[in-house]
C-alpha cells in the first residue's frame, strides 16, 4: 500500500470513528486534515475508540494536543541534529 492509498484508509476510519460518536463528519475531515500523517490519524482514532468523548471540544483538544506532540518531538530532532553538527565542528573543525 502507497502512502496517498494509507492517508486515505486512515482518513476514512478517523471521519467514520468521528462520525459513530455522533459527530458530522466534517469535524473528522477537519481533524484529519490537522493532524496530517496516518500515525497522528491512528492516534486519534486510538483515542476516540477508549474515550469516547461526548463533545466536539474534547475531539478538538485531543487533536490541538496530538498536534502538539508532534512539534515537539520535531524541535528535539532539529535540536539534537544541530547539536551533533555542532559537536562535529567542536571535534573536528571546520574544513574548506
Not at 31 to 56: C, D, F, H, W
Amino acid at each position: 500500500m502507497n502512502n496517498s492509498e494509507e492517508w486515505i484508509k486512515t482518513k476514512n476510519r478517523l471521519v467514520d470513528e468521528v462520525h459513530a460518536l455522533g459527530f458530522p463528519k466534517e469535524l473528522g475531515e477537519m481533524v484529519a486534515k490537522n493532524l496530517g500523517s496516518p500515525q497522528a490519524m491512528e492516534r486519534m482514532i486510538s483515542y476516540l475508540s477508549y474515550v469516547k468523548p461526548n463533545t466536539a471540544e474534547l475531539i478538538v483538544d485531543e487533536m490541538l494536543a496530538i498536534c502538539s506532540d508532534i512539534n515537539a518531538w520535531k524541535d528535539r530532532k532539529a535540536s539534537l541534529e544541530a547539536n551533533a553538527f555542532y559537536n562535529e565542528i567542536l571535534n573536528n573543525g571546520l574544513e574548506d
